[in-house]
């Protein structure tokens, strides 16, 4: 983030399996969030009904790539362009929602669809703000024990995880 996020609103846009969570952080406090329908499980039923594979297959297919070559303009295409309309969409929720209110400075796209290359660069060139995939990891180190790439590759995904977990080292925090 620009500064650390002192002094600066950012958009952290969390594309779950099937609820999207919109936030907007002011020196990294939540000043607004807005939850909605819409998340990968929507792109993996498209691919199951388009190349009919079972949900398991279409995930893993989503996932590992192996798809036939049109499904980038005929499935992967329109969904990223309802992932920036949600984006866009909330926006203007966002701005509308109270007086004083000012465009965020930079959208950290999270959750496992900020995994589809290049996603990030067509909300921001869409959308009119700098985006990039979050890592919700930051300098975290992973254990030994844990498969490190695979941690690495699904680290989008575990932004709820994350913040969960710091929660306990917050000497702030009283839960």
């Known amino acids: ?3 650390g ?5 950012i958009a952290v846009v969390d594309f779950g399996a099937s609820t999207t969570t919109f936030s907007v952080l002011r020196d990294l406090v939540v000043v607004y969030t807005r939850d909605f329908a819409f998340g990968g499980q929507q792109l993996t039923e498209e691919i199951m009904r388009t190349y009919g594979l079972s949900m398991e297959e279409a995930g893993r ?5 192996g798809l036939p070559s049109n499904y980038q303009p005929e ?4 969904f990223i362009d309802d992932m920036t309309q949600q984006v866009s969409r909330s926006l203007q929720f966002y701005l509308a929602s109270g007086s004083g209110r000012s ?3 930079q959208i950290i796209i999270c959750g496992g669809c900020a995994n589809i290359p290049g996603v990030a660069d067509v909300i921001a060139s869409r959308v009119g703000i700098p985006a990039e995939r979050g890592d919700p990891l930051g300098q975290m180190k992973i254990a030994s024990k844990a498969k490190a790439l695979g941690v690495q590759r699904d680290a989008t995904a575990l932004l709820t995880a994350c913040g969960l977990a710091l929660r306990s080292f917050d000497q ?3 839960y």
Do not use: F, H, S, T
Not at 61 to 65: M, S
């Open 172 to 174: 702030d925090a009283k």
């Open 103 to 105: 465009q965020p400075e």
């Open 5 to 9: 996020g002192i002094d600066r609103n």
């Open 61 to 65: 297919a989503k996932k590992e790539g």
């Open 1 to 3: 983030m620009p500064d």
């Open 75 to 78: 499935v992967l295409d329109p």
